[in-house]
């Protein structure tokens, strides 16, 4: 039986994709130089300007915020576990280090809007688009994020932008697939409607389409964010600062209790995240 | 009177193996066994016709005969697989994408069965629609669709959402839409199919006033028969994609152009094929009790002349009805003091919306003259009064004269 299975020889996919990585690296190095330098320069502003504003004024704006956007169920609960949240952050001194991960999170989601959602309209309107994205989509969610980290850190070296590369790379799909799904749930007699008036494609897409899909894709961009989140710690394995470093080197000598303290921050981060995007969403909806 | 559109061999195949589900479809082979040979679909094959400037043109036909498709292949929302669409000489099927954007802008306007409102747009936003894709300028296209709800009684919801409005309110709305364009020629699909019996008499009505008014050209699509032969000039009746028959009413009616048109006829001037429904009329002797006393209701019955008023609530249930004897008597006896309870009489007859006809004729014989209540899930939808049958009746046996004839 086995002489069967080895009819053909090896096939030496391992070396290919090797090849090819380093074939990328050095002929791409202008490329991928050009955007470390800007990704870079992108987390040192926001981080800088992050940093900058005292923690105990970030805490106000944050729990106002919550309180605001919660006013006309005269509901305190999230503003009150904002505050919460974010006082035991610093109280465990970790401030530094949540803003590190704070700007990450921001970056990376709002990258993976930027690509995913125009990705997912093309792959709304178009269904060999879809046949060809949409098994890509599948193999980027499944395929571990560790391995992604080795192509990221051989064409963006080690720090922020490996991170934040191969975070987009884990959270895109979720906005790419909800765009896709929002838009081609638009009742087919709206589409009608639009296109019986005489709107050009883009008018369709922009007081139809997005409108409609908008709730959808509000919920594809949330998960996003949460993906994203969840790629602090692997991220930090490759250089990127934040929460997620400490947790690793807790790992590293398992220092149980500092690892479930800085753990115990990203789970705030999480929940405050959530349910401000869920809330603001509906919202919205009203 | 001048030819506003024409269509010339007219055709539309879903599917791929377009020449042999044809050709299976001019055999007359069924629509089930073309599909199970080929996989395709033969929705309209080879129309022809003419519609003049200022008619309401009908099409009409059962479920799946095509109609949808074909007033589709008009605007070309559905591409013509073959044939031609002329829009005053100018061949709409030929016509390039930017062309083709500015006759739906400007010539033709559609209105849709399930109102296809935009549910995120107000009843003004959505009236603007078609002239803010067009480009005209906010101020302007504001007043002109300000206009159109205001000819549709619609102005004061303007601020609303389409689903705090009722169907019928809503298709006002998607009437509005449409008129706001000041379109030479209105296409709609089954449009008032989904609305009740009641208030799609009144669309009907409405629609024949506007056209009266603004000379529009129509193309109406119907399954049902009644409505066709009310509001249409001429009725083109279609069967598994082909025009079988086009012709006035009266002339389908007397002369059916082959079986399948006369059993489709044979519907109206038959009584036993139509229910309380079709001939039922609003009820206009009523009342309701939680908004108005016995004085009012006497009230009524001696300014509008009714011998009697039927009692329904706020739900719209039946209550009962009383004369106008027992109300003055109880007036007269006890004064401010008087209430419906005293003399409410529950003996009327009612019936569910699908009974048929022949069934109520003894009720509105044996009850004087009170009418026959028609009420639905609990609510009254309509009356039946002896004039109704009567004129249903008189109808048959005029259509009945001219065959003989
Ligand atoms: N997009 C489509 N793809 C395939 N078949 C279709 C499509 N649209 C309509 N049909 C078929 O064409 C026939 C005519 O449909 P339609 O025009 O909607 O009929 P009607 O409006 O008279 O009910 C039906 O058999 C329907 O199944
Ligand atoms: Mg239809």
Not at chain 2, 36 to 44: D, G, L
Not at chain 2, 106 to 113: I, R
Not at chain 2, 155 to 170: F, I
């Amino acid at each position: 039986m086995s002489s069967i299975l080895a009819i053909l020889p090896h096939i030496d996919l391992a070396g290919k994709v090797e090849s090819l990585t380093s074939f990328l690296t050095t002929a791409w190095s202008p490329l991928f130089d050009g955007i470390q330098t800007v990704g870079n320069g992108m987390n040192d502003a926001l981080t800088g300007f992050l940093q900058a504003v005292p923690p105990a004024v970030f805490v106000v704006v944050f729990v106002l915020f919550a309180y605001w956007i919660n006013r006309k169920r005269k509901s305190f609960g999230l503003a009150v576990f904002t505050f919460i949240g974010l006082w035991f952050i610093y109280n465990q001194g970790l401030w530094p280090a949540f803003i590190d991960t704070l700007s990450l999170i921001i970056i990376s989601s709002l990258l993976s809007i930027v690509l995913g959602v125009p990705i997912g309209i093309i792959m709304s309107k178009n269904d060999t688009a879809q046949a060809i994205i949409k098994p890509i989509l599948d193999f980027m969610q499944t395929m571990p994020a560790f391995v992604y980290l080795i192509p990221a850190v051989a064409f963006f070296g080690i720090g922020v932008v490996p991170g934040i590369f191969a975070s987009i790379i884990f959270a895109l799909p979720p906005t790419v697939r909800f765009t896709n799904l929002g838009i081609r749930q638009v009742p087919k007699e709206l589409t009608e409607a639009a296109d019986s008036y005489g709107s050009t494609e883009w008018q369709k897409l922009v007081k139809l389409d997005l409108p409609i899909a908008r709730p959808t894709i509000m919920a594809g961009i949330n998960q996003t964010v949460m993906l994203s989140l969840s790629m602090v710690v692997i991220a930090s394995m490759i250089g990127a600062p934040g929460l997620g470093r400490d947790v690793l080197s807790a790992l590293q000598r398992a220092q149980v209790g500092n690892g479930f303290v800085a753990g115990l921050g990203i789970v705030i981060l999480a929940i405050i995240i959530d349910r401000l995007a869920q809330r603001l969403n509906k919202n919205i909806k009203n | 009177m001048s030819v506003k559109i024409k269509v010339e061999n007219l055709t539309k195949v879903f599917g791929k193996k377009v020449k042999q589900a044809l050709e299976l479809s001019n055999q007359n082979k069924e629509k089930d066994e073309i599909v199970r040979k080929t996989k395709a679909t033969v929705a309209v094959n080879n129309v022809n016709f003419s519609i003049n400037e200022g008619e309401i043109f009908v099409i009409m036909g059962l479920s799946g005969s095509g109609k949808s498709t074909l007033v589709r292949l008009l605007n070309r929302l559905i591409e013509p697989t073959a044939g031609s669409i002329y829009l005053d000489n100018m061949d709409v099927s030929k016509l390039s994408k930017n062309d083709l954007r500015e006759v739906r802008r400007t010539k033709m306007s559609m209105v849709f069965q399930g109102f296809a409102l935009f549910p995120h747009r107000t009843v003004l936003q959505n009236t603007e629609y078609g002239l803010e894709v067009r480009g005209v300028a906010p101020d302007e296209r504001t007043k002109i669709a300000e206009n159109a709800l205001d000819r549709s009684g619609l102005l004061a919801y303007k601020n609303q959402y389409p689903h705090q409005l009722s169907g019928g309110m809503q298709q006002r709305v998607g009437l509005a839409r449409a008129l706001a364009n000041d379109p030479e020629i209105l296409l709609m699909d089954e449009s008032f199919s989904a609305l009740d019996p009641l208030i799609r008499g009144d669309m009907q009505d409405e629609l024949m006033d506007l056209q009266e008014q603004m000379k529009k050209t129509i193309i109406f699509i119907t399954h049902d028969l009644n409505e066709a032969l009310k509001i249409g000039d001429r009725i083109a009746i279609m069967k598994d994609g082909k025009v079988v028959q086009i012709g006035t009413g009266e002339e389908i009616l007397t002369n059916p152009a082959n079986e399948y048109v006369r059993r489709f006829v044979e519907g109206v001037d038959r009584t036993k094929i139509l229910n309380v429904e079709h001939i039922m009329s609003k009820p206009r002797a009523i009342i309701n009790v939680d908004k108005a006393g016995l004085h009012l209701a006497m009230n009524r019955m001696v300014t509008s002349d009714f011998p009697f008023l039927i009692l329904t609530n706020s739900h719209h249930e039946f209550l009962g009805y009383i004369t106008d004897r027992d109300t003055a008597l109880a007036i007269k006896k006890k004064g401010a003091n008087a209430n419906y309870k005293d003399i409410v009489k529950t003996d009327m007859h009612i019936v569910a919306l699908d009974t048929p006809i022949p069934k109520i004729y003894r009720y509105l014989l044996s009850k004087g003259n009170l009418p026959v209540v028609v009420m639905d899930n609990n609510a009254i939808r309509g009356v039946i009064m002896r004039r109704n049958v009567i004129e249903l009746l008189s109808s048959v046996a005029q259509e009945e004269i001219s065959e003989v004839v």
